[in-house]
């Protein structure tokens, strides 16, 4: 099976994807676990790609984010509900993860 080019993949569905995916399979199986695989998953295929296009820094930047939300939507989740707390989390990271590297043009880093 071939793999993408780094350069042509597009991120931020990939953020979206492994958060608000990884929530979903977690929840219908019950198997936490198992969220974590289509989480972690997509992290990897997303970062690869922001190292190719944008660099170190911008990687480690949209990998806290994306860590970061995971972690976030467990609190937040306690103050406006699951869904919310996720499809937000996910949108900050998809958002960032387009303006930061899918929206710009490629560079020979």
């Known amino acids: 099976m071939p ?3 780094a350069s042509s993949v ?14 979903l399979v ?5 198997i ?3 969220g974590g695989v289509l989480l972690g998953a997509c992290g990897l295929y997303a970062g690869r790609t922001w190292l190719a296009k944008t660099g ?3 990687t480690a930047l949209l990998s ?3 860590v970061g939300g995971f972690g976030a939507s467990h609190p937040l989740a306690k103050k406006i ?3 919310p707390a996720v499809l937000a989390v996910s949108a900050a990271s998809a958002g960032a ?10 560079s020979d880093v």
């Open 81 to 83: 509900g699951a869904w």
């Open 3 to 5: 793999v993408t080019p």
């Open 56 to 58: 170190p820094a911008v």
């Open 26 to 30: 977690a929840r219908e199986s019950g």
């Open 97 to 106: 993860s387009w303006a930061l590297c899918d929206r710009a043009p490629q």
């Open 64 to 66: 806290v984010l994306y």
């Open 10 to 23: 597009r991120t931020a569905p990939l953020a979206a994807l492994g958060l608000v995916g990884g929530y």
């Open 32 to 34: 936490r676990p198992l």
